[in-house]
């Protein structure tokens, strides 16, 4: 069964039976208190009545188990509106008995399926009653015992608070899911890095937060597997995954902590490097082929090597952060055509432009 809002609401559907038990049961009890105080013998109807107060909450609740349907539900919640009406003519309508009902349940409908099931509810409790009380010529009783009243208000208070604890703790879990969400949207589902996404979100920010006076330099390091394909062909794909978490791991363990590491797409990854001039990335981008081919990445007992093609370019928030990752990409195809496994750097003084202003630089990071 899968893990939508509907299941969600089945499950407090479902928690909200033994409440139903109880509430029914309480209400019996008013039907035996409202004879003890006319004095009235019980009657056939009274006596159906408390019997329904009894067995219906469990019938009710055996055939929610049969079916655990969203219909169910929403059939027993009417059909305990129009039995709470239908009963409140059999104690006479005593305001003070039959609102504390009304309202809990009304509270549950509105809290479990909206204001239309309140309406819905009310409405049946209504005619039941109007049927109920005309047909047994009913009239309205509004003397009460204090006995009479604990049941009734102390169902109120239980089913009320009852609701804004279901309320409560649903609506946090539906903040954590949606936080959970909104963290998977922004990471890539097998290496756990950031995804592309993500990447330029955070530029954009970083880009934002920068001094216009005295921008940075940022690097850019384009990252390919060589021969991956290779890996995939020989043993498999999910040794070519797990390839691509160990590296990726190792990738993201040999930087800084203000340093990014993307995913780019299948085998390729970015890493950006803020406050590095174009210098220091490719030394970076040389100690990083130099782990990786270093590494050994083994999976169900086959050691894998690996070695990894770089394409480094560097640019202020002046410059085109579209283009810099389009000249590192170059520098990274160069790296392919000259052999594989090498550094390419791509400064041959285009990448770092001065043309655009600082601060506008943000919306030049969105995704191509
Ligand atoms: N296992 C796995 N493989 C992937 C994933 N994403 C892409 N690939 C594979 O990566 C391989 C990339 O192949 P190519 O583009 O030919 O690159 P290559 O074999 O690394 O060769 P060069 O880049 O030219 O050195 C393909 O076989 C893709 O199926 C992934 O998430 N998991």
Not at 107 to 118: E, T
Not at 126 to 133: E, P, R, Y
Request: aromatic share 8%; proline share 3%; net charge neutral.
């Amino acid at each position: 069964m899968s893990n939508t809002p509907t299941h969600s609401i089945e499950r407090i559907g479902r928690s909200i039976y033994p409440l139903r038990v109880f509430g029914f049961i309480l209400f019996g009890i008013s039907i035996l208190l409202s004879h003890s105080k006319t004095e009235s013998p019980m009657d056939t109807w009274s006596i159906l009545g408390l019997i329904t107060c009894v067995v219906y909450p469990h019938l009710a609740y055996l055939s929610y188990l049969r079916n655990e349907l969203r219909e169910t539900e929403i059939r027993h919640m009417q059909v305990d509106m129009a039995l709470i009406g239908a009963i409140s003519a059999l104690i006479h309508f005593t305001p003070a008995i039959v609102l504390p009902y009304l309202i809990a349940n009304s509270a549950a409908n509105y809290a479990l399926r909206g204001m239309q099931q309140v309406v819905k509810g009310l409405a049946l409790a209504f005619v039941s009653a109007l049927l109920v009380g005309l047909f047994l010529n009913q009239t309205i009783v509004h003397e009460t015992q204090p006995v009479e009243l604990l049941g009734p208000f102390f169902y109120l208070i239980i089913v009320t608070h009852y609701m804004g604890h279901l309320a409560y703790t649903r609506g946090i879990s539906l903040l954590k899911r949606k936080e959970e969400a909104e963290k998977m949207a922004h990471l890539d589902f097998l290496t756990g890095l950031i995804n592309r996404r993500s990447l330029f979100q955070q530029i954009r920010q970083n880009d934002t937060q920068t001094d216009a006076e005295t921008p940075d330099t940022t690097t850019i390091i384009m990252v390919d597997l060589d021969y991956f394909k290779q890996v995939n062909d020989t043993h498999g794909h999910d040794h070519g995954d797990a390839v691509l978490v160990q590296v990726s791991r190792l990738l993201k363990n040999s930087l800084r902590d203000t340093d990014l590491v993307a995913r780019w797409g299948g085998e390729e990854f970015l890493v950006l490097l803020p406050k590095t001039n174009h210098k220091q990335g490719m030394m970076v981008a040389e100690g990083l082929r130099e782990k990786v081919a270093n590494g050994v990445f083994s999976h169900d007992g086959i050691d894998h090597k690996i070695t990894l093609t770089l394409g480094v370019a560097s640019y202020t928030c002046e410059s085109d952060f579209q283009q810099t990752i389009q000249l590192a990409d170059k520098a990274l195809y160069e790296g392919k055509q000259f052999g594989r496994n090498r550094v390419v750097s791509a400064d041959d003084g285009s990448s770092v432009r001065e043309t655009l202003p600082c601060k506008s630089k943000a919306k030049d990071a969105t995704p191509a």
